[in-house]
């Protein structure tokens, strides 16, 4: 039996933590969350998943400044992220931004580019871990 794909959402907003949760879990996924960036920074480092799905704007510590953390520290920076945001894809704050989430969605996408995505960032990753 193959070993569970653990995820972490982290979201301010309740109701897409819930929203996210239950997509994934449905999805066969394990999921755990953290509601603000400070706290989903503390759990990647503690628990190490297999990926992350964080919004881009949350209060004090934003996905933009999650994903330079998680990606300069050693322990935490071959976890594949995907940010999801409400703005345009193609607006400065995500053209420029270093570095840069392993994949953007939008909050207004289906459901299945979301899933997508994240079998796309599992399966790579686990590709890149079997040839190493």
Do not use: W
């Not at 990926?51 to 953390?69: A, K, Y």
Request: glycine share 4%; proline share 7%; aromatic share 4%.
């Amino acid at each position: 039996m193959p070993t569970p794909v653990r995820v972490l959402i982290v979201d301010d907003s309740a109701v897409a933590l819930s929203f996210l949760q239950v997509v994934l879990r449905g999805a066969n996924y394990e999921v755990e969350t953290a509601s603000t960036g400070e706290h989903g920074l503390e759990k990647a480092r503690r628990d190490q998943p297999n990926l992350i799905v964080t919004d881009s704007l949350m209060p004090n510590m934003d996905g933009f400044e999650l994903i330079r953390q998680l990606k300069t520290h050693p322990e935490t920076a071959q976890i594949p992220i995907i940010m999801i945001t409400s703005g345009d894809l193609d607006a400065p704050e995500y053209a420029n931004c270093e570095p840069r989430p392993d994949a953007l969605v939008t909050k207004s996408a289906a459901v299945d580019e979301l899933l997508e995505a994240v079998s796309r960032l599992v399966r790579n990753r686990r590709i890149a871990a079997e040839s190493v």
